[in-house]
């Protein structure tokens, strides 16, 4: 049984390495950007107890799985469930290279151009990743990392070893 949370900044790699263990091990892949927020503009987080039941109906139904996010605050309600995590802690500039080369993502974009148009906001983002005192900082991923006893591994390249 495989059950894998991925983690880190934006542009760190979350998506590719989840995705690439969805196709080498048979894994379902849940993204925590599909549920985490609600279609507003400004977007709004999702109230946290909605997102922790779309989680729930997700674990419940796969065996094995990869959950990937920048959500602590999520990440930490699936702890107990998980066999094993990945922190992605790659460097800043390396995430906004990723960033800036990245695919377009259509479960998060209407078109490349809305991702494009979104590119100087998410750059921005990825820089105050050291700074922020969120759910979504390099400083709350390390306590997740820490907290967690089970399998876990840090990575700090885009190497293609997992």
Known sequence: MRKILVFGNSGSGKSTLAKRLCQTEALAHLDLDTLAWQATMPPQR???EQSQA???HFTDSHENWVIEGCYSDLLQLLLDKATEIVFMDLPIEQCINNAKNRPWEPHK???PADQDANL???IQ???QYENRQDSFSRQAH???YHRFSGIKQL???NDSTY
């Open 54 to 56: 779309a989680i729930n």
């Open 120 to 122: 100087d906001m998410l």
């Open 46 to 48: 999702q109230p946290i």
């Open 142 to 144: 390390r306590m997740l």
């Open 125 to 127: 983002w990825i820089r």
């Open 155 to 157: 990575k700090d390249s």
């Open 109 to 111: 974009y209407a078109s």
